[in-house]
């Protein structure tokens, strides 16, 4: 992608600004929730930057210079990018002090060296204190873009030495027509933006693989469950082959839904408006005191769901929780942390 998304025009004209009055600050934190293309933003300016000839209208980078050719080549010197070694790990203090090494060197090519962290709320404790170190004495060269769909994760002495850039949901008309084109089907893609609450990038990614399907089977064990006509544990086993961070934002969609349902008048306007019947008669099996503990464990478990997790052992607390129409999980240590 060498254009930012329809809906992130605003950001890239800001950007645009300050970068011809050079004035680009030495970090930027860019936030907002996931699936709203952050860090696919964070690349482009990054490659704009590094490019040797943007276009003058649009400050987009050209795709055809040695710069452009580099980047997309994964070797252009000026530019890293940090990441946790493994899916679902930390960045440790060891690639923070790798980066810092590499960043006291001078340019080779442009004028900066840029760095984007993905995600930011990622770097551990001594990680994030080393980081803080260069965001006390900046190069002068340096640009660092911090790519997080959790801002109050980071230190708050590293947000404060960073300025804002704000991605926020997308409900609206640009990023349906966006949605609609990837997909060609328009009901699907309206369906897929309300489910995911104006996540293009999740939204796609749920509509245009298996998830929508995937979300159908989860509804209706859902219900089984909380029917009791399904064994909790022995469904936390099924649940371990769908992709968890997924599954538990979809459950949690649902709880939200269930207590629109529950708290406000009959035109209540749902995230999910194709299960609005049969979320309204779930909702009727539980209080709304319920549904507010069930979304604070579905928060919890989506955080513990981000260390190191037996995921089965979350999956059976969680599961447990419901089945017995209390609402209250056992409390057991699920986690070393
Ligand atoms: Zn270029």
Request: proline content about 6%.
């Amino acid at each position: 992608m060498s254009r930012p998304y329809p809906w992130q025009h605003e950001q890239w004209q800001a950007m645009r600004q300050r970068i011809a009055a050079g004035r680009l600050p030495h970090a930027l934190q860019l936030g907002g929730p996931a699936g709203v293309g952050k860090f696919d933003f964070a690349r482009l300016l990054a490659h704009a930057l590094l490019c040797e000839q943007p276009a003058a209208d649009t400050g987009l980078p050209c795709d055809t210079c040695r710069g452009c050719q580099l980047l997309a080549a994964g070797t252009h010197p000026d530019f890293r990018l940090v990441q946790p070694e493994e899916e679902g790990k930390e960045i440790t203090i060891g690639q923070i002090r790798d980066l810092l090494t590499w960043q006291a060197l001078t340019p080779q090519y442009g004028r900066s060296r840029i760095v984007i962290i993905e995600p930011a709320d990622r770097m551990n404790a001594n990680a994030s204190n080393a980081l803080l170190k260069t965001l006390e004495e900046p190069g002068r060269d340096a640009l660092l873009l911090l790519v997080t769909a959790r801002p109050a994760a980071l230190l708050p002495t590293i947000r404060s030495r960073c300025q804002q850039l704000s991605f926020g949901a997308q409900p609206g008309a640009a990023a349906l027509a966006w949605l609609e084109q990837q997909l060609g089907d328009a009901p699907r893609a309206a369906l897929a933006l309300a489910v995911t609450g104006g996540a293009p990038l999740r939204a796609l990614a749920l509509a245009g693989g298996d998830g929508m399907e995937r979300r159908a089977q989860l509804f209706a064990d859902f219900e089984a469950l909380l029917e009791q006509r399904q064994e909790p544990v022995a469904l936390a086993a099924q649940w371990l082959a769908l992709p968890l961070q997924e599954t538990l934002a979809t459950l949690h969609g649902w709880h939200v839904d269930m207590a629109r349902i529950k708290a406000a008048a009959a035109d209540v306007v749902l995230d999910n408006p194709d299960l609005q019947e049969r979320l309204q008669a779930l909702s009727e099996r539980v209080d709304l005191a319920e549904l507010v503990r069930g979304q604070e464990r579905l928060l919890e478990t989506m955080r513990l769901a981000r260390g190191h997790p037996n995921a089965q052992l979350l999956l059976e607390e969680l599961l447990l929780g419901w089945s017995g129409g209390s609402g209250k999980a056992p409390r057991r240590a699920a986690t070393t942390r």
